[in-house]
C-alpha cells in the first residue's frame, strides 16, 4: 500500500458543486501539503499544514480550504468547484525544514465542467 | 519575483549522455531539488544539493553552482524508463519549495 493515499484518484463534478479530496498518510510526517499541477506550469502550492493546529495559505489558496483532521489526514475542499480549477492535485507529506524530500500520493484528477 | 527556468522538453538517444539545466532567481537559497515524474505518476525525489559541487547518484548526478544560480542534473546510460519529467525546485530563504514547469524527456531507441 502506498504511504499517501489520495481519494479520489479521478472526479468529474459539476460547476457550483462542493468537492473533497481526502489524504492520508502511514510516514508519520507532521508536514502535510496539497498542490495543483497544470500543464506548462510548475506545482503551485494550495495550502499547507505543519501539525494538527498548524493552517497555512500557499501561493493559491482562493477557492479553496483545508483542514487538518488528524496528523495522518488532510483534506482539501473546493466549496464551489469552478472551471479553471480542473487539474491534477497532490498531497505531500515531509518530515520538516532540515529535510525537504516531499513524498507524494499518486494524485487526483479532477474535471470541473 | 522568483523564477526556475528549465527548458520545456529534450530529447536523447537510448544509451547515451543527457544533461538538464536549471536556473534560477530566488529571495535566498536554501537548497535545490530535482525529482522525477513519469506521466500520469507522481513526483519521487532524486537529488538535493545544498553546497556548490557535483552530487553523484548512481547513473545519475546533480550539480550546483550558488554564485550562478545554476543547476543541472546528468543522466548517463539512459534507459528507456527515463522517460519522464523531471522537475527542478529550490527553497527560498522561507523554506517554501519554488517548483520549475518541468523538463519533459524523451527516449529513443
Known amino acids: 500500500d502506498a504511504d499517501v493515499t489520495q481519494t479520489p484518484r479521478n472526479r468529474i463534478t459539476k460547476t457550483g458543486k462542493r468537492i473533497m479530496l481526502e489524504c492520508s498518510q502511514t510516514k508519520g510526517h507532521d508536514r502535510m501539503y496539497w498542490y495543483r499541477q497544470d500543464p506548462g506550469l510548475g506545482l503551485r502550492l494550495i495550502y499547507y499544514?505543519?501539525?494538527?493546529?498548524?493552517?497555512n495559505k500557499g501561493e493559491i489558496s482562493d477557492g479553496y480550504s483545508v483542514s487538518r483532521q488528524a496528523q495522518a489526514k488532510f483534506s482539501l475542499s473546493l466549496e464551489s468547484a469552478i472551471p479553471n480549477q480542473t487539474a491534477l492535485y497532490f498531497c505531500?507529506?515531509?518530515?520538516?525544514?532540515?529535510?525537504?524530500?516531499?513524498?507524494f500520493g499518486e494524485g487526483s484528477r479532477l474535471t470541473v465542467l | 519575483g522568483q523564477n526556475i527556468d528549465q527548458p520545456t522538453e529534450m530529447t536523447a538517444t537510448e544509451g547515451a549522455i543527457v544533461q538538464i539545466n536549471c536556473t534560477y532567481q530566488?529571495?535566498?537559497?536554501?537548497?535545490l531539488f530535482w525529482y522525477q515524474q513519469h506521466a500520469g505518476e507522481a513526483p519521487t525525489f532524486l537529488s538535493y544539493n545544498v553546497l556548490d559541487g557535483l552530487e553523484e547518484k548512481g547513473r545519475f548526478s546533480s550539480f550546483l553552482s550558488r554564485s550562478k544560480g545554476y543547476s543541472y542534473l546528468l543522466l548517463k546510460e539512459l534507459q528507456m524508463k527515463d522517460s519522464a519529467s523531471y522537475l527542478c525546485?529550490?527553497?527560498?530563504?522561507?523554506?517554501?519549495?519554488?517548483w520549475g514547469a518541468g523538463t519533459k524527456l524523451i527516449i529513443k531507441p
Open positions: 530566488t529571495s535566498g537559497f536554501n537548497g
Open positions: 499544514s505543519f501539525d494538527v493546529k498548524d493552517i
Open positions: 505531500a507529506t515531509s518530515a520538516g525544514s532540515d529535510t525537504g524530500e516531499l513524498f
Open positions: 525546485a529550490v527553497w527560498d530563504s522561507n523554506y517554501q519549495l519554488i
